[in-house]
């Protein structure tokens, strides 16, 4: 599910960023998840004059922003990306970082994928000779 999920999100911002409408929003305040992790609503017109306000379809957070309070940010207008067959969801413009995310979580669902197949082939020998020319 990992994978199915991190493909799909690659594919989505990959599809916004081409084909994406350009916009500004207003960031109007944050969400905290039960983690502590903060995720931006925004509020934003798009170019036929609809009305939205939503959290971003693909957001990343890192530890640090757990220690924000990020109230600096509430009435800032910033770029967003929407997409013209449902504009309910959209990327922040500048967040670049999302399909690197999206790529690494990529390689890790291969990396399990992968451990999976050589568990269920009982290959342990296989396995432990790969761990061994790994350790320095």
Known sequence: MFLIYSIAGYIFLDNIHKNGIEGIGKIVSYKSDQEGYKTPTIEYQTIDG??????????????????????????????????????????????KSNSAILILFIFIGLALIIYSVIGLLDANDFYQEIISTLKF
């Open 50 to 95: 609809k009305n939205f306000r939503g959290e971003p379809f693909i957001h990343g957070s890192s530890d640090l922003d757990k220690l924000g309070a990020f109230q600096q940010n509430i009435n800032i207008k910033i770029a967003i990306l929407y997409s013209a067959k449902s504009p309910e969801n959209f990327v922040i413009k500048e967040r």
